[in-house]
């Protein structure tokens, strides 16, 4: 599959696609709705310096990779949609805990606390996300449909990088903290509801499956491509960690739909690798105007352009995985973008919050210096795709 687009099948999009897709948006939100209130609540309410606040939230990251060594056995051994139900089940408890902690005004003794705490969250919430994109959105689509299914259900989880944000701070403006956690537990009460309403067919255990494989988790011969994700990420996630304007985030939403229409008419008979290269420019082209210019307009165009590069950037990302994926390993290809994507966000807030406490200027530079770092080294991966892709 060399062309830019992936074909448009429109009965891909039934009930339980829906359901699973709009699931995989509000799992995605649990997320995101956090990012930029989450540090600002452990400074000032939980009195935490901003080394430990950026260290917690960078553990949810490493979270991300605790749990999937584990998941061909759990969905083999267990009924696939439960595992992905207990995983959220358990993420909402342990926001919970935070909602209880703040509803009663109670100081954080130790943020190792919140350390395991978030390290927990990232890996219930891995386990739910891997296992809902690898497996579930799988199931419930055609053979032939399965690549349109993943790139689709993952416009979805994108889209939620701009509204849990925009969400978060609207909400935390108007009604504090304590409300963006009960909203957060709500999208995951919800995930619960959407996974139940879709019939999965039983599968009989096999009894041959390792308890511990990369099946499912990591495709060790991506990794090129994943480190190449990982530098874009990591700006995104430093961008995100200095922003705090709801304005910057509905631009960034804007950009994600201009990034869909350019897709099906701009880049459908463009060269392969003219995404990930406009992307990647319209991004640099972004955090030049906000380090050297302070207009209003700026506050348009950039999250717009920033919203355009990062769109495009993930879903080619997406499908390179895919098509670098050998036979039976579409699930782990989903996997791996995945953990690049989310880990890569999560370091980059961390750093942000930790290493710039504040500093606007130096952070969206540093975001830039990894933005042309991304850039020079994918004129490698891209030749090294070509060279290993398998579809």
């Not at 709801?246 to 008419?265: D, H, K, N, T």
Request: overall charge positive.
């Amino acid at each position: 599959m060399n062309s830019q687009s992936t074909p448009v099948h429109i009965r891909l999009w039934h009930k339980d696609f829906w359901l699973m897709a709009i699931a995989n948006f509000l799992l995605a939100m649990t997320v995101y709705m956090l990012v930029p209130t989450m540090p600002r609540w452990l400074m000032d309410a939980q009195q935490f310096s901003a080394q430990d606040a950026g260290i917690a939230m960078a553990a949810f990251g490493v979270g991300l990779f605790a749990l999937g060594a584990f998941i061909s056995y759990m969905v083999q051994h267990y009924r696939r949609n439960l595992v992905c139900i207990f995983a959220v089940l358990v993420e909402a408890l342990l926001i919970t805990a935070l909602y209880y902690i703040d509803g009663l005004h109670m100081r954080v003794a130790n943020p190792m606390v919140v350390f395991v705490q978030r390290f927990a969250q990232g890996a219930v919430f891995g386990l739910a996300q891997m296992v809902l994109t690898s497996t579930l959105i799988i199931d419930t689509s055609e053979s032939f449909q399965r690549t349109e299914a993943n790139h689709s259900a993952a416009w979805f989880s994108r889209f939620a990088l701009s509204m849990g944000p925009m969400a978060g701070l609207l909400i935390g403006r108007i009604a504090g903290f304590h409300y963006v956690l009960l909203a957060t537990m709500a999208c995951a009460m919800a995930v619960v509801v959407l996974v139940l309403l879709v019939n999965f067919p039983f599968r009989a255990p096999q009894d041959d499956i390792p308890t511990v494989s990369l099946d499912r988790f990591f495709l060790p011969h991506g990794f090129p491509l994943f480190v190449n994700l990982q530098l874009v990420t990591l700006a995104v996630g430093i961008i995100l960690s200095v922003v705090m304007i709801e304005q910057f985030y509905s631009m960034m939403m804007v950009g994600f739909a201009v990034a869909i229409l350019s897709q099906r008419f701009v880049f459908k008979n463009a060269e392969l690798k003219s995404e990930v290269v406009t992307g990647l420019i319209l991004m640099g082209v972004a955090l030049l105007m906000m380090i050297t210019r302070h207009l209003p307009i700026v506050m348009y165009a950039a999250p717009l352009f920033i919203g355009m590069g990062v769109g495009l950037i993930g879903s080619r990302f997406l499908l390179f995985f895919i098509k670098l994926s050998r036979h039976c390993q579409r699930g782990t290809s989903q996997s791996t973008f995945l953990l690049g994507w989310e880990s890569g966000i999560a370091w980059g807030v961390g750093a942000g919050v930790a290493i710039f406490q504040g500093n606007i200027t130096a952070a969206l530079i540093a975001a830039l210096v990894l933005v042309i770092a991304a850039l020079a080294m994918y004129h490698f991966t891209h030749n090294w795709f070509t060279n290993n892709k398998n579809r």
